[in-house]
Each structure stands twice: as structure tokens, then as C-alpha cells.
């Protein structure tokens, strides 16, 4: 079995109730709400990754503010042309930020399509990867070991229908 580490920097943007979000096509093609960030590039160091990446998916430059937490996730699938069986696990660096220029835009031509600033009270209602609702408990929270204790996790959202 294939193994695969994938370490990204995400960026948790609160301002007057609103989180700044931007939108991904999802595995199966059925649109989700994501954190701006993503994967680093080799040699490069997170705190840049999330600088990056947040310019890229929503055209804000933003202010790194603090450092939230670390989450990880495992799951083994099947991907890849040759749908081979694959161990992923993804090592995210959660940071907060705030709006330091840049005017709100789309991008185009890369992993998310739109950006916008959601309502927190409406995220509930929003199709969302997990990972917003780990990293607003961070935010809420603010454990001191920047980790949340496995069983205080959100599940999956297959999980949480059962």
C-alpha cells in the first residue's frame, strides 16, 4: 500500500461574525466550503504557505496572527490513475489571520472556485469540510497544547449521519 503525507497551512479569518471561507468542487463533484490555505511546496515554511495560499484562493493579503493548533487526519482509499490503494495522512497548520490588503476575488484555474465571507450562525446550514469545524473550535477554545483531544472532534460528516 502507498503511503502519503500531505503537510498544508489553513488561515481561520474572523471579522463581525463572518468567516472567510472559500469554496472547492469536493471529491464527488458536490460543491463544500473549505479554510483558505493549502499544501506547502517543498522548502517552504508554513507560515508563508498560509500567506501564499490565502492570496491565491481569495486575493486578501493577510496578517498572520497567531498560531491555533495542528490537526491530523488518516484515511486509506483508493485514488490515483491506477486506483491504487493509498494510506493519506494530512498534517494541517491552523493559523489566525486578519485582513492586512488585497480586495476579495475568486481564483481562477485552481482548487476553489469562489470566496466569500459566510455568517458563522449560517455555517451549520453550509456544506463544509470537517476541517472548518475543527478549526473554529480552535479559535473558540484556544486549547494551550493547540490540539483537540480526539473524542472532542468533530466526526467526519459520514460518520455523524449514522
Known amino acids: 500500500m502507498r503511503r502519503k503525507l500531505r503537510v498544508a497551512a489553513y488561515a481561520v479569518c474572523v471579522r463581525d461574525g463572518q468567516i472567510l471561507l472559500a469554496r472547492s468542487p469536493g ?3 458536490t460543491p463544500e466550503w473549505v479554510l483558505p490555505g493549502g499544501g506547502m511546496e517543498h522548502g517552504e515554511d508554513p507560515y508563508d ?3 501564499r495560499e490565502v492570496t491565491e484562493e ?3 493579503r493577510i496578517r498572520v496572527t497567531g498560531l491555533l493548533g495542528v490537526d491530523s487526519s488518516r484515511r486509506v482509499f483508493r485514488g490515483g490513475r ?3 490503494l493509498a494510506d493519506h495522512q494530512g498534517v494541517r497548520i491552523l493559523y ?3 485582513i492586512a490588503g488585497g480586495d476579495l476575488r475568486h481564483e481562477v484555474g485552481g482548487s476553489t472556485d469562489f470566496a466569500a465571507w459566510q455568517d458563522l450562525d449560517t455555517l451549520p446550514g453550509l456544506n463544509r469540510v470537517r476541517l472548518v469545524d475543527v478549526a473554529l473550535r480552535l479559535w473558540r477554545e484556544r486549547p494551550a497544547a493547540g ?3 480526539p ?3 468533530p466526526l467526519p460528516r459520514e460518520m ?3
Open 27 to 29: 471529491l464527488d463533484g
Open 49 to 51: 504557505t498560509v500567506r
Open 160 to 162: 455523524n449521519e449514522e
Open 82 to 84: 491506477l486506483r491504487r
Open 151 to 153: 473524542g472532542a472532534r
Open 147 to 149: 490540539h483537540l483531544d
Open 58 to 60: 481569495t486575493g486578501y
Open 96 to 98: 489566525e489571520g486578519e
